[in-house]
C-alpha cells in the first residue's frame, strides 16, 4: 500500500530544504524559541521504538497525500508542549491544524503535498504509530530540539515515523485549501469578528511564503508513436504543431500557472509574464460520449 508514498530519505531532503520554516510553524504554534536538527533515518525495530515512545503521551501531527498511507510526527508531551494542547480552544486548535498544514508543505516532496493533514493528542504515542500501521519499510526520523548555539534544549525528540499503512485523521480531515476556495474565504469575510479571522487566515499564508515550488517553462509537447522514439538519434528532427509566436507555457508544481515569451537575460533564457492564471481550452472531440 505504501509503494507510492515517498520514502524517508526524501522527507529528510524536503526538511533540510525548508528546515527554517519548517522550525518557525513549531515554534509559532507553541510560542518556543528551539531550532530544529534532523538526524539519519534509522528502520523502525520494536525495541528501539519502544524505548523512545512508550508511554508517552503527547501530539501526533499526521499528513497523508493523495492515496494509500502517510506520515506522522509524534510530539512528545515532555518537551514540553503547553498544557492548553490536551483541551486547545478554538485559536489553539486552529494553530494546531495550520501546523499539520504547513509540516506537510514542508517536509513531503513535489508531487506528494495535496493531500489531508491533522494534529491529534494521543495518551500512548508508541500504541498511535503502532496502530497506524508499521511495516518493513516504515523508518524513523529524529528532530532534535536544539538551542541557537546547536546544543541539545531538551531531553525528548520529535520523530517523523512512515510510511505507515492506515495513520489517522481524526474526525475532521483537513484538505489543502486550493486557491479559488481561499479566495472565496477571503471575499466572504465582513465585520470584527470575520477580519479577525481573516487576519488570522492572511498570517497563516504569509508563513507559507517561505515554501519553495518547482516552475517549469514548456516549449511544446506532442505524441509520437513508439516506433519514432526508438529511431531518435542525434540530428533527428521533431516538428511541433505549435507557431513560434505562441507564447510559452509555465507550470508550477506541474499545473499550468501563466503564459509568456521567452527573453535572453545575458547568457541565460528568461520568461516574460503575458498571461497569469491561463486556463486551456479542450480541443473538440478530444472526448466523446
Request: aromatic share 6%.
Amino acid at each position: 500500500m505504501s509503494e507510492n508514498l515517498p520514502q524517508l530519505q526524501e522527507i529528510l531532503a524536503a526538511s533540510l530544504e525548508n528546515l527554517p520554516a519548517v522550525t518557525d510553524s513549531f515554534n509559532l504554534c507553541f510560542d518556543t524559541r528551539f531550532h530544529l536538527k534532523p538526524g539519519e533515518p534509522i528502520l523502525w525495530e520494536e525495541n528501539h521504538s519502544s524505548a523512545n515512545l512508550t508511554g508517552k503521551p503527547g501530539l501526533c501531527v499526521i499528513f497523508k497525500p493523495h492515496g494509500a498511507g502517510g506520515y506522522l510526527i509524534s510530539i512528545p508531551q515532555m518537551i514540553p508542549l503547553p498544557e492548553w494542547y490536551l483541551e486547545p480552544d478554538d485559536s489553539q486548535q486552529s494553530r494546531l491544524q495550520t501546523l499539520g498544514m504547513e509540516w506537510s508543505y514542508g517536509m513531503l516532496p513535489e508531487g506528494f503535498q495535496e493531500g489531508s493533514y491533522s494534529t491529534l493528542v494521543s495518551n500512548d504515542l508508541y500504541t498511535a504509530v503502532s496502530w497506524s500501521g508499521t511495516n518493513e519499510q516504515t523508518q524513523m526520523l529524529e528532530l532534535q530540539l536544539v538551542d541557537e548555539q546547536g546544543e541539545p534544549a531538551s531531553q525528548e525528540s520529535l520523530w517523523v515515523i512512515g510510511p505507515l499503512e492506515t495513520p489517522p485523521l481524526g474526525d475532521e480531515e483537513n484538505e489543502v485549501e486550493d486557491e479559488a476556495a481561499l479566495e472565496e474565504s477571503l471575499s466572504e469575510t465582513g465585520g470584527d469578528e470575520a477580519n479577525q479571522d481573516t487576519n488570522d487566515l492572511v498570517h497563516r499564508i504569509r508563513r507559507l511564503m517561505p515554501m519553495t515550488v518547482s516552475v517549469s517553462v514548456r516549449l511544446a509537447e506532442k505524441k509520437i508513436g513508439l516506433e519514432q522514439l526508438q529511431n531518435l538519434s542525434p540530428g533527428t528532427l521533431i516538428t511541433f504543431p505549435k507557431s513560434c509566436d505562441d507564447l510559452l507555457d509555465m507550470y508550477v508544481n506541474n499545473k499550468l500557472y501563466a503564459q509568456g515569451e521567452a527573453v535572453k537575460i545575458g547568457e541565460k533564457f528568461g520568461l516574460k509574464v503575458n498571461e497569469v492564471g491561463t486556463v486551456k481550452e479542450r480541443p473538440p472531440g478530444i472526448f466523446t460520449l
